[in-house]
């Protein structure tokens, strides 16, 4: 059997506030192309299908061409809820989607409860674990002294694995979870709920397949514990990340081998560093034009209306941090910065922090008769 491991597809996210259906639909409706050419019997979706718990009707329109593709393209789907997903949503008509090869595994009750999918060589056992926010889960497992992630996880993998000792099946396991040894980056929401988020690997000893999901990156913990990460770029600091999926081989007696299939990049990322004039003038930035950037401006002013500028040139630029050459000046609190100054240096200092230049003689003049005139006194 041939099982195409994917998570957090995150459908309908945006990215610096730009939608990104349209490249989520080019790259996860290309899945289907790969289902096809690689003869997959089986895609997993490990968590985080939406984006969002209550996802816009745009997102939900997409996430059914894209499921609707990869299945006449051949594929049995199964899916499980990540942190993002609302379960009891996701899981809606999950009965009558099954019907249609789309299994929706969504209950806590029933995680031990496999979707079990035959090859030549018998039986596979796939079997969903949503993801188990601790206080709700040690509710629904029936168990109160469960307390955090590790608990909960370890009682469901205790279940799964009683399951699996009736059956003579080989066996895949769908997890939504922080894995200890995983990476993280910037765009995956805290699961750090109930004390410590992480879990020991182990739980998932004696399982032939592991196709974890939560974190972005693909990793590999171990040749039958995976991460598949995201399928796009959710953040900056995925720039480097390789987006793929696993290619999972199961024979007769477990697994046989695990190989990555990259995915294609819509829209690549890139980050700069400069001041305003040189990243608008400079040549050797014309590269950067077509990519998602992320800007550092380092003029010793902030420049006004950057972004806009930036914008002319580079269309796709979505994120702006001013961080001048040594360091922004220390704030100090106003009456330390005026002590032991007269009216007229505290005026003329603000003219020369504000535009960077020092009054000259005529300003001076006329801010020494303004403030004599304030004082009611005539100008020295």
């Known amino acids: 059997m041939r099982v195409l491991h994917t998570s957090d597809w995150h459908v309908g996210r945006t990215f610096h506030g730009r939608d990104l259906l349209a490249e989520q639909e080019a790259v996860l409706g290309g899945l289907a192309n790969l289902v096809s ?4 019997d089986v895609l997993v979706v490990s968590g985080d299908l939406y984006d969002r718990a209550v996802p816009s009707a745009e997102a939900v329109e997409a996430c059914a061409w894209i499921l609707a593709q990869i299945a006449e393209a051949g594929a049995q789907i199964i899916i499980t809820p990540g942190n993002h997903d609302s379960a009891p949503r996701l899981g809606a008509f999950a009965g009558f989607a099954q019907a249609g090869g789309l299994h929706l595994r969504t209950t806590i009750a029933e995680l031990h409860k496999p979707v079990v999918l035959p ?26 002294e469960l307390r955090g992630h ?3 996880l370890g009682e469901a993998m205790r279940r799964v694995k009683e399951d699996l000792q009736t059956r003579k099946s080989r066996s895949v ?5 922080f894995v200890i040894g ?10 750090a709920v109930g004390g410590v988020p992480h879990v020991p690997g182990s739980l998932f000893d004696g399982i032939d397949y592991a196709a974890l999901g939560h974190l972005h990156g693909p990793q590999v913990l171990a040749e039958h514990l995976r991460y598949s990460g995201s399928p796009l770029a959710y953040s900056f600091s ?13 024979d007769e007696s477990g697994l046989a081998g695990v190989e990555r299939r990259e995915l294609p990049v819509p829209r690549a990322l890139a980050t700069a560093r400069g001041d305003l004039q040189e990243l608008l003038t400079e040549p050797r930035y014309e590269d950067l034009v077509e990519k998602f950037l992320s800007v550092e401006l380092t003029d010793p002013v902030r420049p006004i209306d950057a972004m806009r500028r930036l914008q002319e040139r580079f269309p796709h630029a979505v994120h702006l941090d001013w961080r001048p050459e040594g360091g922004r000046p220390v704030a100090r609190r106003y009456t330390e910065a005026v002590r ?5 240096q505290v005026a003329c200092c603000f003219v020369e922090d504000a535009r960077k230049s020092a009054p000259t003689n005529a ?9 004599a005139a304030v004082a009611g006194k005539e100008p020295e």
């Open 150 to 152: 590790a608990a909960v």
């Open 173 to 177: 396991v769908l997890a939504h979870a």
């Open 238 to 250: 995925e720039a480097r990340h390789r987006k793929s999926v696993w290619l999972v081989e199961l």
């Open 119 to 144: 090859d030549e060589h018998g039986p596979v056992a796939f079997y969903g674990i949503p993801y188990l926010e601790p206080e709700p889960a040690r509710h629904v497992l029936g168990d109160l």
């Open 340 to 344: 032991g100054r007269s009216d007229e």
């Open 182 to 191: 995983g990476e993280t980056s910037d765009s995956e929401r805290t699961i």
């Open 37 to 40: 050419d690689e003869r997959v």
């Open 363 to 371: 300003e001076r003049a006329l801010l020494r008769e303004a403030l």
